[in-house]
């Protein structure tokens, strides 16, 4: 007894000594903050855990969305046993250690077992193989973490085996929430501005919200009490000053970035992109506009123009700041010193601008003609199919008389757009 006493009087020390993050961890699926459709009320990975069904699983996600937070969930509700390993200091002498507890628990209590494996990138392929026999027995139920695609760091064969979550980065609202939760822990207050600044640098990252609120409450307290976080503790312990940057700011600045990229203006589109970075601007927000511009302003100009910065956009959600400022940059100068081009815009109006206004039906020799009776109907009857023709193009008409005529694509001669305006005459000349 007076060790068990002293085992619960220490577990307490270690709680009340732990880091905030680590404090607020939630203890119900209810408490749990973010990754709604994954935890929400009759989503899958809630389903799972509520009823003890859960399979081996891999929660593949950017730092402080909760992967954690979910596995010790998992050792609160679980009939199972549960075990945690380390990637980063487990050994395969370790994992065979568990494996061989795990056969013992189960032919002795007939109990099954979970093995919580964080950073699971981190084992290597003779780790991964050490852990597949019992994985795909069912002796273990594993549950490993990633802050990596396990689609390059897991073996082939144990994903297969394993379902995969993707936990996305908390939304403002979701860190607002945690940071409330951690100032009610702390017995403290902040000001909104502070809250703000905390809110835009934790990138979606609860864990480290709640680390800069833990320094800020520190600094806060020197002052004495009531404890009240200022803006300038959240700079200190941040350390980066926050840039006023208001609901008209937002749109000023985003107009200059896109019109200094338009303008063919590669330093000033990087000047206004780190002001946006600075400023804890979304950066799905600038790729999304990114690729917005490679289409409405580079357009034909430069084909590539779009994969560009297609590829900066799936950098943010699969890299992930900081690093992707990079990619992101990467992009603004590809963009900003492409040759530019709008008739792909405006081509597009004029099209919407006579469907609304003109409609038209369908062609009959261009109607689906693959269904029995079509042809009586006439559907397909007169079609010139292009492959027929040693030039792989038939002129014909595509469109309803009504806008038959009317030319909506005008090519420029700036960059490939030319060689499209080259490859269009062509067809004319050949008609």
């Given at each position: 007894?007076?060790?068990?006493?002293?085992?619960?009087?220490?577990?307490?020390?270690?709680?009340?000594?732990?880091?905030?993050?680590?404090?607020?961890?939630?203890?119900?699926?209810?408490?749990?903050?973010?990754?709604?459709?994954?935890?929400?009320?009759?989503?899958?990975?809630?389903?799972?855990?509520?009823?003890?069904?859960?399979?081996?699983?891999?929660?593949?996600?950017?730092?402080?969305?909760?992967?954690?937070?979910?596995?010790?969930?998992?050792?609160?509700?679980?009939?199972?046993?549960?075990?945690?390993?380390?990637?980063?200091?487990?050994?395969?002498?370790?994992?065979?250690?568990?494996?061989?507890?795990?056969?013992?628990?189960?032919?002795?209590?007939?109990?099954?077992?979970?093995?919580?494996?964080?950073?699971?990138?981190?084992?290597n392929k003779a780790q991964q193989d050490a852990l597949l026999p019992s994985v795909e027995s069912g002796l273990l139920i594993l549950v490993g973490a990633t802050t990596e695609n396990p689609f390059f760091e897991v073996n082939p064969p144990?994903?297969?085996?394993?379902?995969?979550?993707?936990?996305?980065?908390?939304?403002?609202?979701?860190?607002?929430?945690?940071?409330?939760?951690?100032?009610?822990?702390?017995?403290?207050?902040?000001?909104?501005?502070?809250?703000?600044?905390?809110?835009?640098?934790?990138?979606?990252?609860?864990?480290?919200?709640?680390?800069?609120?833990?320094?800020?409450?520190?600094?806060?307290?020197?002052?004495?009490?009531?404890?009240?976080?200022?803006?300038?503790?959240?700079?200190?312990?941040?350390?980066?000053?926050?840039?006023?940057?208001?609901?008209?700011?937002?749109?000023?600045?985003?107009?200059?970035?896109?019109?200094?990229?338009?303008?063919?203006?590669?330093?000033?589109?990087?000047?206004?992109?780190?002001?946006?970075?600075?400023?804890?601007?979304?950066?799905?927000?600038?790729?999304?506009?990114?690729?917005?511009?490679?289409?409405?302003?580079?357009?034909?100009?430069?084909?590539?123009?779009?994969?560009?910065?297609?590829?900066?956009?799936?950098?943010?959600?699969?890299?992930?700041?900081?690093?992707?400022?990079?990619?992101?940059?990467?992009?603004?100068?590809?963009?900003?010193?492409?040759?530019?081009?709008?008739?792909?815009?405006?081509?597009?109006?004029?099209?919407?601008?006579?469907?609304?206004?003109?409609?038209?039906?369908?062609?009959?020799?261009?109607?689906?003609?693959?269904?029995?009776?079509?042809?009586?109907?006439?559907?397909?009857?007169?079609?010139?199919?292009?492959?027929?023709?040693?030039?792989?193009?038939?002129?014909?008409?595509?469109?309803?008389?009504?806008?038959?005529?009317?030319?909506?694509?005008?090519?420029?001669?700036?960059?490939?757009?030319?060689?499209?305006?080259?490859?269009?005459?062509?067809?004319?000349?050949?008609?």
């Amino acid at each position: 007894m007076p060790d068990d006493l002293f085992s619960a009087s220490a577990a307490d020390r270690l709680e009340r000594q732990s880091p905030l993050a680590a404090r607020l961890r939630p203890r119900t699926l209810d408490e749990v903050v973010g990754q709604r459709h994954l935890l929400g009320p009759g989503k899958p990975l809630r389903a799972l855990i509520e009823h003890d069904r859960l399979s081996s699983v891999i929660l593949w996600g950017p730092p402080g969305t909760g992967k954690t937070s979910v596995a010790q969930l998992l050792a609160r509700t679980t009939e199972k046993a549960f075990v945690q390993l380390s990637a980063v200091t487990a050994s395969v002498k370790d994992v065979r250690a568990e494996i061989a507890r795990a056969e013992q628990r189960l032919g002795e209590r007939g109990q099954g077992t979970i093995l919580f494996l964080d950073e699971v990138h981190r084992f290597n392929k003779a780790q991964q193989d050490a852990l597949l026999p019992s994985v795909e027995s069912g002796l273990l139920i594993l549950v490993g973490a990633t802050t990596e695609n396990p689609f390059f760091e897991v073996n082939p064969p144990l994903l297969s085996r394993s379902t995969m979550f993707r936990l996305e980065p908390l939304e403002d609202d979701d860190v607002s929430e945690l940071l409330r939760r951690g100032l009610e822990m702390e017995g403290a207050s902040a000001q909104s501005e502070a809250l703000a600044h905390l809110i835009a640098r934790a990138d979606g990252d609860g864990r480290h919200a709640l680390m800069s609120l833990e320094v800020s409450v520190a600094l806060a307290a020197d002052r004495g009490r009531p404890i009240v976080v200022e803006l300038d503790d959240a700079e200190a312990a941040l350390g980066t000053r926050a840039l006023r940057y208001g609901r008209d700011e937002h749109y000023d600045i985003i107009s200059a970035f896109i019109k200094s990229i338009r303008g063919s203006d590669p330093d000033a589109g990087l000047y206004w992109l780190a002001r946006m970075l600075d400023a804890g601007e979304d950066a799905r927000f600038v790729a999304r506009r990114l690729v917005i511009l490679a289409s409405e302003d580079v357009g034909m100009a430069d084909p590539r123009a779009l994969l560009m910065a297609d590829a900066a956009a799936r950098a943010v959600e699969f890299v992930g700041l900081p690093e992707a400022q990079l990619n992101l940059a990467h992009a603004v100068v590809y963009l900003a010193t492409a040759p530019k081009s709008n008739r792909v815009t405006t081509a597009l109006s004029a099209a919407q601008s006579d469907v609304r206004t003109l409609g038209g039906e369908v062609p009959s020799h261009l109607r689906d003609a693959h269904y029995r009776g079509a042809e009586k109907l006439g559907h397909g009857v007169g079609y010139d199919y292009p492959h027929d023709d040693p030039r792989g193009w038939v002129p014909q008409q595509h469109r309803p008389p009504e806008v038959d005529e009317h030319v909506y694509y005008e090519p420029t001669s700036h960059g490939f757009e030319s060689i499209v305006a080259d490859r269009m005459n062509r067809n004319d000349d050949s008609q």
